[in-house]
Nanobody, 128 residues
Framework: QLQLVESGGGLVQPGGSLRLSCVAS????????IGWFRQAPGKERERISC????????DYGDSVRGRFTTFRENVKNTVYLQMHNLKPEDTAHYYC?????????????????????WGPGTQVTVSS
């Protein structure tokens, strides 16, 4: 059974950077799409990014495009979220999630599906 664990969260000052990791166990990620999501208190969960583990294709939400980058390292069964120019509004609990890739569809519609497998998340706090 696929299990995901996030790490790398913490407290960072505005303008700073963090790199989150999502490590999978129990199954190879090669045939999955991995999404990064976040949720702040009192707010709805927001999709940040997606990456296809098969070809590295990516998709980003409007609020993070140009500041966040997601990339994969298949040999380590790991996906990363590199965050730059962090803002206080980026403060949230960050999660990675997995969905089996559907090769007959482009990445974007797959990223908008319901992801069945989730990690417990890691907290990111942006504050001075």
């Amino acid at each position: 059974q696929l299990q995901l664990v996030e790490s790398g969260g913490g407290l960072v000052q505005p303008g700073g950077s963090l790199r989150l990791s999502c490590v999978a166990s129990g199954s190879s990620l090669d045939d999955y799409v991995i999404g990064w999501f976040r949720q702040a208190p009192g707010k709805e969960r927001e999709r940040i990014s997606c990456v296809s583990m098969s070809d590295g294709g990516t998709d980003y939400g409007d609020s993070v495009r140009g500041r966040f980058t997601t990339f994969r390292e298949n040999v380590k069964n790991t996906v990363y979220l590199q965050m730059h120019n962090l803002k206080p509004e980026d403060t949230a609990h960050y999660y990675c999630a997995a969905i089996s890739n559907i090769r007959t569809l482009s990445l974007r519609p797959v990223c908008r599906m319901t992801f069945p497998s989730w990690g417990p998340g890691t907290q990111v706090t942006v504050s001075s």
